[in-house]
Protein backbone atom coordinates (compact mmCIF):
# COMPACT_ATOMS: atom_id res chain seq x y z
CA UNK A 1 0.00 0.00 0.00
CA UNK A 2 1.90 3.47 -0.76
CA UNK A 3 1.20 6.48 0.80
CA UNK A 4 2.08 10.45 -0.07
CA UNK A 5 5.24 11.82 1.35
CA UNK A 6 6.81 14.86 1.68
CA UNK A 7 10.81 15.83 2.16
CA UNK A 8 13.20 18.82 2.00
CA UNK A 9 16.84 18.70 1.32
CA UNK A 10 18.59 20.80 4.11
CA UNK A 11 22.15 23.29 3.22
CA UNK A 12 24.64 24.34 4.58
CA UNK A 13 25.11 27.74 4.02
CA UNK A 14 28.50 29.58 5.16
CA UNK A 15 27.55 32.74 3.50
CA UNK A 16 24.29 33.81 1.67
CA UNK A 17 26.20 35.97 -0.80
CA UNK A 18 28.62 33.91 -2.22
CA UNK A 19 26.11 31.45 -3.98
CA UNK A 20 28.01 28.69 -2.48
CA UNK A 21 26.19 25.74 -0.34
CA UNK A 22 26.79 21.78 0.42
CA UNK A 23 23.65 19.30 1.39
CA UNK A 24 23.91 18.23 4.70
CA UNK A 25 20.72 16.53 4.88
CA UNK A 26 17.01 15.17 4.53
CA UNK A 27 13.96 15.44 6.58
CA UNK A 28 10.76 13.05 5.16
CA UNK A 29 7.51 12.24 6.55
CA UNK A 30 4.10 10.49 5.26
CA UNK A 31 1.37 12.68 5.06
CA UNK A 32 -1.02 9.83 7.38
CA UNK A 33 1.68 10.53 9.85
CA UNK A 34 3.08 6.74 9.89
CA UNK A 35 6.65 8.10 9.19
CA UNK A 36 9.00 10.57 9.78
CA UNK A 37 12.82 10.75 9.88
CA UNK A 38 15.33 13.36 9.42
CA UNK A 39 19.54 12.86 9.07
CA UNK A 40 21.65 15.51 9.10
CA UNK A 41 25.57 14.99 8.63
CA UNK A 42 27.24 13.93 11.74
CA UNK A 43 30.62 14.53 10.50
CA UNK A 44 32.18 18.31 10.28
CA UNK A 45 34.54 17.28 8.79
CA UNK A 46 33.00 16.91 5.81
CA UNK A 47 31.94 20.49 5.58
CA UNK A 48 35.09 21.99 6.69
CA UNK A 49 36.63 20.38 3.91
CA UNK A 50 34.16 21.72 1.75
CA UNK A 51 34.36 25.70 3.59
CA UNK A 52 37.63 25.32 5.31
CA UNK A 53 37.41 28.89 7.05
CA UNK A 54 33.65 27.01 8.55
CA UNK A 55 33.70 27.22 12.37
CA UNK A 56 32.92 23.84 13.41
CA UNK A 57 31.45 24.71 16.95
CA UNK A 58 28.99 26.97 15.59
CA UNK A 59 27.89 24.20 13.00
CA UNK A 60 27.26 21.74 15.98
CA UNK A 61 25.36 23.93 17.62
CA UNK A 62 23.05 24.96 14.34
CA UNK A 63 22.36 21.75 13.82
CA UNK A 64 21.88 20.14 16.86
CA UNK A 65 18.86 22.92 17.74
CA UNK A 66 17.38 21.64 14.16
CA UNK A 67 17.71 18.30 15.36
CA UNK A 68 15.47 19.20 18.45
CA UNK A 69 13.26 21.35 16.05
CA UNK A 70 12.59 18.50 13.91
CA UNK A 71 11.63 16.14 17.06
CA UNK A 72 9.06 18.40 18.11
CA UNK A 73 7.71 18.87 14.96
CA UNK A 74 7.60 14.92 14.92
CA UNK A 75 6.18 14.19 18.04
CA UNK A 76 3.01 16.02 18.52
CA UNK A 77 1.21 14.02 15.67
CA UNK A 78 2.25 10.35 16.00
CA UNK A 79 0.32 8.28 13.80
CA UNK A 80 -2.27 11.11 12.72
CA UNK A 81 -2.38 12.94 9.40
CA UNK A 82 -0.03 16.25 9.62
CA UNK A 83 -2.10 19.68 9.95
CA UNK A 84 -0.28 21.63 7.68
CA UNK A 85 2.45 21.39 5.15
CA UNK A 86 6.02 20.40 5.38
CA UNK A 87 7.15 23.77 4.75
CA UNK A 88 4.96 25.79 7.24
CA UNK A 89 6.09 23.46 9.73
CA UNK A 90 9.57 23.81 9.13
CA UNK A 91 9.13 27.55 8.54
CA UNK A 92 7.85 27.73 12.03
CA UNK A 93 9.68 25.57 13.89
CA UNK A 94 13.37 25.64 13.05
CA UNK A 95 15.73 28.01 13.80
CA UNK A 96 17.43 29.87 10.77
CA UNK A 97 17.81 33.39 11.74
CA UNK A 98 21.67 32.81 11.59
CA UNK A 99 21.39 31.46 7.53
CA UNK A 100 23.44 28.47 8.02
CA UNK A 101 20.81 26.05 7.75
CA UNK A 102 18.23 26.64 4.80
CA UNK A 103 15.77 24.06 2.95
CA UNK A 104 14.80 23.16 -0.56
CA UNK A 105 11.28 23.57 -1.67
CA UNK A 106 9.11 20.42 -0.61
CA UNK A 107 9.58 17.15 -2.55
CA UNK A 108 6.56 15.49 -3.04
CA UNK A 109 5.59 11.71 -4.40
CA UNK A 110 4.54 8.27 -3.76
CA UNK A 111 5.76 5.44 -1.54
CA UNK A 112 5.02 2.22 -0.67
CA UNK A 113 8.32 1.81 0.95
CA UNK A 114 9.22 4.85 3.06
CA UNK A 115 12.58 3.74 4.50
CA UNK A 116 13.63 2.81 1.15
CA UNK A 117 12.50 5.98 -0.46
CA UNK A 118 14.31 8.08 2.40
CA UNK A 119 17.62 6.09 1.45
CA UNK A 120 17.45 7.30 -1.89
CA UNK A 121 16.91 10.90 -1.18
CA UNK A 122 20.01 10.86 1.27
CA UNK A 123 21.77 8.88 -1.68
CA UNK A 124 20.65 11.50 -4.47
CA UNK A 125 20.58 14.50 -2.40
CA UNK A 126 23.75 14.23 -0.69
CA UNK A 127 26.08 11.31 -0.82
CA UNK A 128 26.82 12.02 -4.37
CA UNK A 129 27.64 15.40 -3.43
CA UNK A 130 29.92 14.96 -0.60
CA UNK A 131 33.20 15.23 -2.10
CA UNK A 132 32.41 17.74 -4.17
CA UNK A 133 34.04 21.64 -3.80
CA UNK A 134 30.65 23.52 -4.47
CA UNK A 135 31.77 25.19 -7.69
CA UNK A 136 31.91 29.24 -8.16
CA UNK A 137 29.53 30.92 -10.24
CA UNK A 138 28.05 34.17 -11.26
CA UNK A 139 24.48 34.38 -9.74
CA UNK A 140 21.64 35.63 -11.73
CA UNK A 141 19.37 38.51 -10.97
CA UNK A 142 16.40 36.05 -10.83
CA UNK A 143 18.81 34.40 -8.08
CA UNK A 144 19.33 37.34 -6.46
CA UNK A 145 15.31 37.55 -6.49
CA UNK A 146 14.96 34.19 -5.31
CA UNK A 147 17.27 35.25 -1.42
CA UNK A 148 14.97 38.13 -1.32
CA UNK A 149 11.99 35.75 -1.17
CA UNK A 150 13.51 33.56 1.32
CA UNK A 151 13.56 36.36 3.73
CA UNK A 152 10.30 37.56 2.50
CA UNK A 153 8.75 34.39 3.42
CA UNK A 154 9.71 34.61 7.02
CA UNK A 155 7.18 37.95 7.07
CA UNK A 156 4.50 36.07 5.88
CA UNK A 157 1.91 39.01 6.34
CA UNK A 158 4.10 41.01 4.70
CA UNK A 159 4.34 38.93 1.55
CA UNK A 160 0.89 39.16 0.63
CA UNK A 161 0.90 42.75 0.62
CA UNK A 162 3.49 43.00 -2.24
CA UNK A 163 2.50 43.27 -6.46
CA UNK A 164 4.25 42.62 -9.52
CA UNK A 165 4.12 46.02 -11.73
CA UNK A 166 5.58 47.03 -15.00
CA UNK A 167 7.39 50.55 -15.43
CA UNK A 168 7.09 51.60 -19.41
CA UNK A 169 9.70 54.18 -20.69
CA UNK A 170 7.40 57.47 -21.45
CA UNK A 171 7.43 57.40 -25.66
CA UNK A 172 9.22 53.78 -25.89
CA UNK A 173 6.05 51.27 -25.66
CA UNK A 174 8.49 48.58 -26.29
CA UNK A 175 11.21 49.31 -23.03
CA UNK A 176 9.72 48.41 -20.13
CA UNK A 177 10.74 47.25 -16.86
CA UNK A 178 8.75 44.34 -14.95
CA UNK A 179 9.21 44.26 -11.35
CA UNK A 180 7.51 41.26 -9.28
CA UNK A 181 7.26 43.04 -5.99
CA UNK A 182 6.47 46.31 -5.68
CA UNK A 183 3.98 48.19 -2.76
CA UNK A 184 2.90 51.55 -2.63
CA UNK A 185 3.04 54.47 -0.19
CA UNK A 186 2.61 57.42 -1.92
CA UNK A 187 4.42 56.63 -4.59
CA UNK A 188 4.41 53.01 -5.94
CA UNK A 189 8.46 51.67 -4.74
CA UNK A 190 9.57 49.02 -6.85
CA UNK A 191 12.06 46.36 -5.81
CA UNK A 192 14.25 44.95 -8.82
CA UNK A 193 17.08 42.17 -8.05
CA UNK A 194 20.14 42.84 -9.22
CA UNK A 195 23.44 40.74 -9.09
CA UNK A 196 26.77 42.24 -8.98
CA UNK A 197 27.95 38.64 -7.80
CA UNK A 198 29.84 38.24 -11.42
CA UNK A 199 33.22 36.06 -12.34
CA UNK A 200 34.81 39.00 -13.03
CA UNK A 201 35.18 43.10 -12.41
CA UNK A 202 34.50 43.74 -16.48
CA UNK A 203 31.40 42.55 -16.57
CA UNK A 204 30.29 44.04 -13.24
CA UNK A 205 30.91 47.71 -14.47
CA UNK A 206 29.04 46.94 -17.31
CA UNK A 207 26.14 45.62 -15.92
CA UNK A 208 26.39 48.94 -13.54
CA UNK A 209 25.88 51.08 -16.91
CA UNK A 210 23.59 48.63 -18.27
CA UNK A 211 20.99 48.89 -15.00
CA UNK A 212 21.34 52.30 -13.93
CA UNK A 213 20.64 53.20 -18.00
CA UNK A 214 17.20 51.38 -17.47
CA UNK A 215 16.46 52.69 -14.64
CA UNK A 216 16.85 56.34 -16.22
CA UNK A 217 15.04 55.79 -19.61
CA UNK A 218 12.98 53.92 -17.88
CA UNK A 219 12.73 57.52 -15.31
CA UNK A 220 10.12 56.04 -12.70
CA UNK A 221 10.13 59.15 -10.30
CA UNK A 222 7.96 60.71 -14.19
CA UNK A 223 5.32 57.41 -13.52
CA UNK A 224 4.60 57.90 -9.61
CA UNK A 225 7.29 54.99 -8.67
CA UNK A 226 10.76 54.74 -7.60
CA UNK A 227 13.19 52.01 -7.85
CA UNK A 228 14.45 49.61 -4.89
CA UNK A 229 17.32 48.59 -6.54
CA UNK A 230 18.37 45.40 -4.51
CA UNK A 231 22.04 44.62 -4.67
CA UNK A 232 24.33 41.28 -4.51
CA UNK A 233 27.79 41.22 -4.25
CA UNK A 234 30.74 39.04 -4.88
CA UNK A 235 32.18 37.32 -1.94
CA UNK A 236 35.13 38.84 0.24
CA UNK A 237 36.81 35.57 -1.16
CA UNK A 238 37.70 37.38 -4.36
CA UNK A 239 38.91 40.81 -3.64
CA UNK A 240 39.04 41.80 -7.40
CA UNK A 241 35.68 41.56 -8.02
CA UNK A 242 34.31 42.83 -5.07
CA UNK A 243 36.76 46.14 -5.25
CA UNK A 244 34.56 46.71 -8.61
CA UNK A 245 31.35 46.25 -7.58
CA UNK A 246 31.90 48.79 -5.12
CA UNK A 247 33.32 50.88 -7.08
CA UNK A 248 30.29 50.53 -9.08
CA UNK A 249 27.48 51.01 -6.81
CA UNK A 250 29.60 54.30 -5.63
CA UNK A 251 29.07 55.47 -8.90
CA UNK A 252 25.32 53.73 -9.53
CA UNK A 253 24.09 55.72 -6.33
CA UNK A 254 25.43 58.80 -8.25
CA UNK A 255 23.68 58.06 -11.32
CA UNK A 256 20.34 56.95 -10.27
CA UNK A 257 20.04 59.18 -7.22
CA UNK A 258 16.97 60.66 -8.39
CA UNK A 259 14.99 57.50 -9.62
CA UNK A 260 16.51 54.82 -6.79
CA UNK A 261 17.87 53.66 -3.40
CA UNK A 262 20.22 51.36 -3.02
CA UNK A 263 19.87 47.59 -0.76
CA UNK A 264 22.95 45.24 -0.47
CA UNK A 265 21.57 42.27 0.00
CA UNK A 266 23.03 42.25 3.06
CA UNK A 267 20.47 44.93 4.15
CA UNK A 268 17.53 42.78 3.53
CA UNK A 269 16.12 43.00 7.09
CA UNK A 270 16.41 46.84 6.87
CA UNK A 271 14.70 46.96 3.94
CA UNK A 272 12.09 44.66 5.11
CA UNK A 273 11.33 46.57 8.12
CA UNK A 274 11.18 49.70 5.51
CA UNK A 275 8.68 47.71 3.59
CA UNK A 276 6.63 47.45 6.83
CA UNK A 277 6.74 50.94 7.74
CA UNK A 278 5.69 51.87 4.31
CA UNK A 279 2.88 50.00 4.47
CA UNK A 280 2.16 50.14 8.24
Known sequence: MSTLFEAVVFRYVPDQG??????????????????????????????????????????????????????????????LPFPSSFAEDL?????????????????EGETSDPEATFARLMERY????????PDRRSRSDDEVRATFEVALERRAKLKTKLTPRTLVAKGLKHFEVEVQH?????????????????????????????????????????QDAHMILFVALPPASRPDALEA??????????????????????????LLDRIENDLH
Open 18 to 79: SGEALNVGVAMRTTDGTYFRVKLLDSWTRITNAFPAAHAPTIRATFSRVRDALERLSSPHPL
Open 245 to 270: AEEAIEGFRQVVAQEADVYLESQTDS
Open 91 to 107: RRLVPSSDGFIQWSSPL
Open 126 to 133: VNLHLQER
Open 182 to 222: AWKNGRWNCLQPVSFDLLNARDITQKAAQVAGSVNIVAPSK
